[in-house]
Every structure is written in structure tokens, then in C-alpha cells.
């Protein structure tokens, strides 16, 4: 196994090892009631659900904030206007927007196998999750710091700052309310992607509905397992609303 494999493959069996005992204790100490075939099959899919969403939400938005920076510092106008690489840089990310994820799932196949080392299984959607999500953020990114006001990076360069400082100091601050709520808008798109798992063998909250509710016709699992579903991007939607106004300084 290379580095590259554990960075995908370690962290994942770890992260479910201990959900999994966490799992066990709650089911003995509070959930007792719950049918133990249904906790066994739920619990572990919801934390497979909850690590794909959290990995491929943090890689697609740190790989997404730098683009997005980039979309603007490059653009016509902007803090270091580079209109070619920024034309160029812009394509490529439209491209990738326009394709759905179901078909780059199956075009990077042999690629995901390359980064992780497995071609199927839950924690491998990890990576086509990330190239899938990560142009929508840059253009989400991109979207809020153009909402910065322009008289605030103007004050910035009068008084001599670099431009590492305006887009560290002035740019990403202002923007952080939008970036925040871009964060919990992608969270949730990421979250209804990860239901399309079941196509590379993965698993999840999605793929649990499909297989047990279209294959097994076991309805109460797959209606659990979408309530579930639901229930989670109803807390990625509130949190992400809270926070945003509370870093908002126009809000008081």
C-alpha cells in the first residue's frame, strides 16, 4: 500500500472502527429498543454517510477556495488581472461542472484506483465526490468575494498592502458569512451525491435505501435510512445558517 492508498484507506477504517464501538455501546446503554438487525445495518451507514460527506466537503472546498481566489484575483479588473490564464483556468472549470456525477463516477475509475488503490467501495467515492464537487465551489467561492465591497480592497491598496494581504486580510474576512453558507450549501449537494454510492459497491445512507428498499423490499430500512437523510442535511442547513450570521458583522 502506497502513502497515497493509506491516505485514503487508513483514516477510513480507523474513523469506522471506533464509530462502530461507539455504535455497540449506544445500542446496550441507550437504543436497547431498536431492532438490532436495523442498528446494525443503519448505524454503520450513517457514519460511512457522515465520513464521505465531511472528506470529500473539506478537500472539494480547500481545492475550490484557491480556485476561486484565483477566478478573481486573475480576472479583468481584479488585484492581478491575468485575462488569458484566467479565460483558460475558468473553461476547464465549466467543463467539469457540466458533467454529471454519475458519469465522471464511471470515467474516473481507473484513476480512483490509482489514488486509492480500490476501484469500488465506500471510502473510493471519496475521491470522484471531491472532482466532482470541487469546480462548483471555486464558481461559489468565486461568487462571494465578488460580493466584497470594492472600496474596502481600494482602501487596502492605498495603504501599500501586498497582494497576499488583501486576499488574506480583506477579501476572505469580508467574505466569510457567504463562504460559510457556500460550505453548508455544498455539504448538503455532496450529501445527495453520496446516495449514488451503491453504483461502485459503496455504502452510505443512500446506498442502504436503494439496495434494501429496491432489491430486499425491506421498506421500514429504506424509509429510516431517507429519514435519516433528511434529518442530516436539516442539521448541515441550520448550522450553517447560525453560523453565517453570526460572523456576519452587518447582522447585529
Not at 442498528?39 to 472546498?61: D, F, N
Not at 480500490?118 to 464558481?139: E, N
Not at 455544498?186 to 442502504?208: E, P, Q, R
Request: hydrophobic share 50%; with cysteine; net charge positive.
Amino acid at each position: 500500500m502506497t502513502w497515497m492508498h493509506a491516505f485514503w484507506q487508513v483514516p477510513f477504517k480507523l474513523c469506522m472502527d471506533g464509530w462502530n464501538a461507539v455504535g455497540d455501546f449506544l445500542y446496550k446503554t441507550v437504543f436497547g429498543f431498536i431492532y438490532q438487525r436495523s442498528w446494525k445495518i443503519l448505524w454503520p451507514a450513517l457514519g460511512e454517510t457522515i465520513y464521505m460527506t465531511l472528506l470529500s466537503t473539506l478537500l472539494s472546498y480547500i481545492i475550490g477556495i484557491a480556485l476561486g481566489v484565483l477566478l478573481v484575483v486573475t480576472r479583468k479588473g481584479g488585484i492581478k488581472p491575468m485575462p488569458r490564464f484566467n479565460m483558460v483556468l475558468g473553461a476547464v472549470i465549466n467543463f467539469l461542472r457540466s458533467i454529471p456525477f454519475i458519469i465522471l463516477l464511471v470515467m474516473l475509475l481507473n484513476i480512483t484506483l490509482a489514488v486509492t488503490g480500490r476501484m469500488t467501495g465506500t471510502v473510493t467515492i471519496s475521491f470522484p465526490l471531491t472532482i466532482s464537487a470541487f469546480p462548483y465551489v471555486a464558481r461559489m467561492v468565486e461568487g462571494s468575494l465578488m460580493e466584497v465591497d470594492g472600496g474596502v480592497i481600494e482602501a487596502a491598496k492605498a495603504m501599500g498592502s501586498s497582494t497576499w494581504q488583501i486576499i488574506w486580510k480583506v477579501l476572505l474576512p469580508e467574505a466569510k458569512p457567504s463562504l460559510i453558507n457556500g460550505f453548508s450549501i455544498c455539504m448538503t449537494t455532496i450529501l445527495g451525491y453520496t446516495t449514488m454510492a451503491s453504483v461502485a459497491a459503496g455504502g452510505g445512507l443512500g446506498a442502504t435505501a436503494v439496495t434494501y428498499g429496491l432489491s430486499y423490499r425491506q421498506y421500514d430500512i429504506m424509509y429510516a435510512a431517507s429519514i435519516m437523510l433528511v434529518v442530516l442535511v436539516q442539521i448541515i442547513t441550520v448550522t450553517g445558517t447560525s453560523l453565517s450570521r453570526k460572523k456576519d458583522h452587518r447582522i447585529r
